[in-house]
């Protein structure tokens, strides 16, 4: 609403200091009961407990409570969809094989610690988990949303500038989010479908890439590859070879044959 930098500077009058106290407690009551960082929970202690804040100030602390609420959200919710894209393509991979075959195997129940093991294991060079990455977007907004904030007060302008320019920076974290949904999805799937082989004795496997005008060039040169499954290594030999990576794979045995179906550019099946 066109604050000047003027105003957001000055300091809360006492009604003001002890209505933010009473929004302050609330979120550290959220914050305990949805298991929010307790980093923050810390910060909203030592907020609630100084005698002098600016209006930048609350501002900024009502701002970073709704970005700490969506991203314990979004962990729990790519961190169920990891789990769900485990156990799936495991017993999906599990019945394929032994539908195939015409032989079926007795195997033992996935359990969660099995589970949580793998997710907490780093598989990207840079040694991050999918937690790491999440962290870093939203360290990415909330500065964005402070330096928009803040140049907004300065420049004097009202809310239509900066909402502009923030969902101009917001759809490019979107589509980072995006992205970081879809590998994380494909690698733990790659892992299920690594660790299913292994329990049903499949030795080698086969790269399968999605064939249509958009399939990248390393999934082209990949297709039809032939690795042993004690070489599987997502990324290098196994799926997801980039970001956004549609391969999967297949085992392979000597006497398979068949025909692909591919897309082309006119969206017509081959």
Not at 7 to 13: E, F, G, T, W
Not at 204 to 217: G, I, M, P
């Amino acid at each position: 609403n066109s604050v000047s930098m003027l105003d957001a500077k000055r300091m809360l009058n006492a009604r003001e200091l002890e209505e933010l106290r009473w929004t302050v407690d609330e979120y550290i009551k959220y914050g305990r009961e949805n298991a929010l960082s307790q980093r923050w929970v810390k910060q909203l202690e030592n907020a609630s407990a100084r005698v002098h804040i600016t209006r930048l100030e609350a501002l900024q602390l009502k701002m970073q409570q709704h970005i700490e609420a969506l991203y314990g959200g979004q962990t729990d919710a790519v961190d169920a969809m990891i789990r769900d894209a485990y156990r799936d393509t495991f017993w999906h991979g599990a019945y394929e094989i032994q539908h195939g075959t015409g032989v079926g195997w007795q195997l033992e129940p996935i359990s969660n610690s099995r589970i949580e093991s793998i997710i907490k294991r780093p598989w990207t060079a840079d040694g991050r988990t999918f937690s790491d990455r999440i962290w870093t977007n939203k360290q990415q907004l909330l500065n964005t949303l402070e330096t928009k904030l803040v140049q907004a007060m300065v420049r004097g302008e009202g809310a239509s500038a900066f909402i502009d320019d923030l969902a101009q920076e917001m759809g490019v974290m979107r589509n980072r989010a995006e992205a970081l949904a879809y590998t994380e999805a494909a690698y733990f799937s790659s892992v299920a479908q690594g660790d299913c082989y292994k329990e049903l004795h499949v030795k080698r496997y086969r790269v399968v890439a999605t064939l249509d005008h958009k399939t990248s060039k390393i999934c082209r040169e990949m297709d039809g590859k032939v690795f042993p499954e004690s070489e599987r290594k997502p990324g290098v030999t196994a799926y997801p070879f980039h970001t956004r990576c549609r391969s999967t794979d297949v085992p392979h045995y000597d006497d398979m044959w068949g025909v692909r179906a591919a897309r082309g550019a006119d969206g017509k099946t081959y």
